[in-house]
């Protein structure tokens, strides 16, 4: 059972929390859809996504893995909500669980909107992406990636191997997520951008901080790369993309640089010729899709590991 009723971070993830979940995405991503289709736990639930800023993999992924676990799903459209008659944030979610939700599946561009929400609902709210804190589900689908890539079970974790996290770091709840739960799962962890796309202080996080991209990819097992964040700059200046590729860029002579077995990873959306080149992006050693291809069985081991610990509270 998982220690916590909400999923709103890693941070609050104790490492029985994270084995529980991957483990249960094994189980899922082993069934094929036939056995799934025999699982009648979650029937007659119903999950609400309340997607406040744009998403194609989460919402999308969060749906199907409902889906396949026979719940229902309402999806708010934000655009077409009354959100854009004046209508607060709260009092939409409170309307919304006032329809009988058991999850609510919340992302927002402001970061502790989930948290808050979890304080003022009864219902059980999972963090989809957070402005700039967290996007949990995320760091636990690239984690459940790179064991099932390098062939670890969830007890062995990923100690030994080397991830290096490249590009806007700053404003990167992507980053933040993979901080943590990469080292608590063993991993060392390097991490790369230019200087003004560093956070000042990353003590608290136990990873190695490089201020060039060669280095700390040169012996890594796997680089994830990050979007330059636009949308979180405010008035500040966006680094010219030109010299960007040229200095953080992971082209295809980068790339070939790394050992042989190394792969490369991306949680999306992709700026293409920016961050990394096509051919890298496209390469038999990028993992991306199979990131995609695995968030529909760890978003369904959430919503699993969820409904059975409030289903039990009743
Ligand atoms: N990785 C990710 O969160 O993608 P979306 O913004 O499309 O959901």
């Known amino acids: ?11 609050e993830l104790k490492r029985q929390d994270i084995e529980l979940i991957l483990g249960r995405a094994q189980n899922f ?21 309340l997607f406040f800023e744009p998403s194609t993999r989460t919402q999308l992924s969060f749906e199907v893995a409902a889906k396949k676990l026979n719940a229902d799903v309402i999806s708010l459209n934000m655009a077409t909500s009354s959100l854009v008659k004046g209508e607060t944030l709260l009092d939409t979610a409170k309307n919304i669980e006032a329809m009988g939700p058991e999850l609510m599946v919340v992302r927002s561009s402001d ?38 890539h390098f062939g670890r079970s969830v007890q062995d974790g990923l100690k030994g191997l080397t991830v290096a996290i490249v590009g806007d770091i700053k404003h ?22 230019p200087r003004e ?14 201020p060039n991209l060669d280095e700390p990819i040169v012996d ?22 030109r010299e960007y590729h040229k200095h953080f860029g992971l082209t295809l002579e980068r790339f070939l640089r790394m050992p042989k077995h190394a792969v490369v990873m991306h949680p999306g959306p992709m700026n293409r010729g920016v961050e990394i080149q096509s051919e890298v992006a496209d390469h038999p050693r990028s993992l991306i899709l199979r990131q995609v291809k695995n968030g529909v069985a760890v978003r369904m081991a959430v919503l699993h590991c969820l409904f059975a610990k409030r289903l039990g509270m009743k």
């Open 220 to 241: 890594a097992d796997a680089v994830m790369m990050l979007r330059i964040q636009k949308e979180r700059f405010g008035s500040q200046e966006i680094p010219s993309e």
């Open 1 to 11: 059972m998982l220690s916590v009723d909400h999923l709103l971070s890693i941070a």
């Open 172 to 193: 990167s709840r992507v980053a933040n997520s993979n901080m943590r739960l990469l080292t608590t799962l063993g991993a060392k962890v390097r991490v790369t951008g």
């Open 29 to 49: 991503s082993r069934a094929d859809a036939r056995d799934l289709l025999e699982v009648p736990f979650l029937r007659g639930q119903f999950v609400a996504n």
């Open 197 to 210: 796309l560093l956070p000042d202080d990353l003590s608290g996080f136990g990873v190695q901080v490089v």
């Open 111 to 148: 970061a502790g909107v989930p948290k808050m929400l979890a304080d003022e609902l009864k219902v059980g709210i999972i963090n989809a992406g957070d402005g700039q804190n967290e996007h949990p589900t995320q760091a636990l689908l690239d984690a459940f990636t790179l064991l099932e």
